[in-house]
T-cell receptor, first 115, second 113 residues
Framework: NAGVTQTPKFQVLKTGQSMTLQCAQD?????MSWYRQDPGMGLRLIHY???????DQGEVPNGYNVSRSTTEDFPLRLLSAAPSQTSVYFC??????????????FGPGTRLTVT | RKEVEQDPGPFNVPEGATVAFNCTYS??????FFWYRQDCRKEPKLLMS???SGNEDGRFTAQLNRASQYISLLIRDSKLSDSATYLC??????????????FGTGTRLQVTL
């Protein structure tokens, strides 16, 4: 299993540009999510999905769109990049059932810089 | 008040030492608790879940205190390879379905020779 994969690993954008961060998992997980990690802020949830065709907003959704057309893929779109979106972005997936052994598997991250 | 609070550290300890981290959470209805480990410039990975009765995994012991709303992680006989940031993670819901995990900002541990 490849687990959770993310592309690209690094990206530099100019203000106003758009782009899509790709995320895929091969573990047949129903739940997928996107986080951003900033110094001193911890991981913050951007959007999440509990299955194909179902998405919802997290804590910091503004400026981002998602879709979930398949179980495997969960792309994150930046509509018009802003310097405030400079961050490290992690995609994660897990089984839907929650509980003490509910482990989220993270991708390796995308380091995004917006100038 | 933050939902999950941790001392950012760094905790600098010599190899072989015992070190403990605490984490407090604000939502008394929280149901599941975890410690994740994050190495520098890497993704977080599950270290261990935290059970109500406390649990141990080798040199690592996790405890939950619901009355005071904190969880702890104890590392015995620290190794250089334990150097990392330890994230306290709380699942606030108990609906039977995946929900939005809340992450602390992490406690950095540096183990030295």
């Amino acid at each position: 299993n490849a687990g959770v994969t993310q592309t690209p690993k690094f990206q530099v954008l100019k203000t106003g540009q758009s782009m899509t961060l790709q995320c895929a998992q091969d573990m047949n997980h129903e739940y997928m999510s996107w986080y951003r990690q900033d110094p001193g802020m911890g991981l913050r949830l951007i959007h999440y999905s509990v299955g194909a065709g179902i998405t919802d907003q997290g804590e910091v959704p503004n400026g981002y769109n998602v879709s979930r057309s398949t179980t495997e893929d969960f792309p994150l779109r930046l509509l018009s990049a802003a310097p405030s979106q400079t961050s490290v972005y992690f995609c994660a997936s897990s089984y839907l059932k929650t509980g003490p052994d509910h482990e989220q598997y993270f991708g390796p991250g995308t380091r995004l810089t917006v100038t | 008040r933050k939902e999950v609070e941790q001392d950012p550290g760094p905790f600098n300890v010599p190899e072989g030492a015992t070190v403990a981290f605490n984490c407090t959470y604000s939502n008394s209805a929280s149901q599941s608790f975890f410690w994740y480990r994050q190495d520098c410039r890497k993704e977080p990975k599950l270290l261990m879940s935290v059970y109500s009765s406390g649990n141990e995994d080798g040199r690592f012991t996790a405890q939950l205190n619901r009355a005071s709303q904190y969880i702890s992680l104890l590392i015995r006989d620290s190794k250089l390879s334990d150097s990392a940031t330890y994230l306290c993670v709380v699942n606030p819901q108990n609906t039977g379905t995946a929900s939005k995990l809340t992450f602390g900002t992490g406690t950095r541990l540096q183990v030295t020779l």
